[in-house]
């Protein structure tokens, strides 16, 4: 990545509330960007075997609340 350290020293330090905009602002510049056509197929046949997997009852579902606050409390742990 090609962000200077220095700058993303800086956007680090923004509040909780001014790093979520800056997010939407970048998630909004790249959806008007095409999406290449084999990465699209290869999603989607993704898709297909993950829905496939759910129905036949091959994976367990799990909430999502539940898998972010384990990964909180992981990255917490690991910077101790």
């Known amino acids: 990545m090609a962000i200077r350290p220095e700058l993303r020293s800086e956007l680090l330090t923004?509040?909780?509330?001014?790093?979520?905009?800056?997010?939407?602002?970048?998630y909004e510049s790249l959806i008007g960007e095409p999406l290449d056509p084999e990465w699209e197929r290869t999603w989607s046949r993704e898709i297909e075997q993950r829905v496939e997997d759910i129905?036949?009852?091959?994976?367990?579902?799990?909430?999502?609340?539940?898998?972010?606050?384990e990964l909180r409390a992981e990255l917490r742990d690991s910077r101790r």
């Open 55 to 69: 129905v036949a009852g091959r994976v367990e579902l799990v909430d999502a609340d539940e898998v972010h606050a």
């Open 14 to 26: 923004l509040s909780q509330e001014d790093r979520h905009e800056l997010a939407d602002e970048l």
